[in-house]
């Protein structure tokens, strides 16, 4: 049972090229979220997903996509990265919203 | 808006208690959770508060006041490992987790 898995682990990209932060889960979760968290902020909901096939906007998904088409699976695009999008990106899955949340490693990004 | 309130850092020695305090003002509540975040890592469940009162998990404890806007963790016994950061995060009236910047703990010998 390996929880919530993200890949890569670390990533640097130029200004304007575009990447997919991965992420997987294993527990038949419906519910799966991405975040971002920047030093000495909370963390921040970018888009967050209820179902396969179903996905919503977190407070702060402009420059980002996503998609579910498995329940195990909920990937996060990011088009035309720019310096602002440098932060660690956290993927979590719960098995209902009023359940604690588990978190993936994280991804620690960097935009030059 | 939304507004959670955290202290930035804490210090405490270690053996000691110490008292990690959130005020939130939000559109709804939904239940307010507590974890835990050690440095570089992912952050982990510690607790979750519906109902006014306090909720005892070993050493780890957390409080709530609905009508104050208001929760706390406590963390007794304090060991070297508790050195970490505490984040406090509210479930909003659209069941939305709305996050604190969290609390900095740093324990002393």
């Known amino acids: 049972n390996a929880g919530v898995t993200q890949t890569p682990k670390f990533r640097i990209l130029k200004i304007g090229q575009s990447m997919t932060l991965q992420c997987t889960q294993d527990?038949?979760?419906?519910?799966m979220y991405w975040y971002r968290q920047d030093p000495g902020m909370g963390l921040k909901l970018i888009y967050y997903?209820?179902?396969?096939?179903?996905?919503d906007k977190g407070e702060v998904p402009n420059g980002y996509n996503v998609s579910r088409s498995t329940t195990e699976d909920f990937p996060l695009r990011l088009e035309l990265a720019a310096p602002s999008q440098t932060s660690v990106y956290f993927c979590?899955?719960?098995?209902?919203?009023?359940?604690?949340?588990?978190f993936g490693p994280g991804t620690r990004l960097t935009v030059t | 808006g939304q507004n959670i309130d955290q202290p930035t850092e804490m210090t405490a020695t270690e053996g000691a208690i110490v008292q990690i305090n959130c005020t939130y003002q939000?559109?709804?509540?939904?239940?307010l959770f507590w974890y835990q975040q050690h440095a570089g890592e992912a952050p982990t469940f510690l607790s979750y508060?519906?109902l006014d009162g306090l909720e005892e998990k070993g050493r780890f404890s957390s409080f709530l006041s609905r009508s104050k806007g208001y929760s706390y963790l406590l963390l007794k016994e304090l060991q070297m490992k508790d050195s970490a950061s505490y984040l406090c995060?509210?479930?909003?009236?659209?069941?939305?987790?709305?996050w604190g910047a969290g609390t900095k703990l740093i324990i002393k010998p």
């Open positions: 979590a899955s719960s098995y209902e919203t009023l359940y604690e949340q588990y």
């Open positions: 527990m038949n979760h419906n519910y």
């Open positions: 997903s209820v179902g396969a096939g179903i996905t």
């Open positions: 939000t559109s709804g509540f939904n239940g």
């Open positions: 508060n519906v």
């Open positions: 995060a509210v479930l909003d009236s659209n069941y939305q987790l709305i």
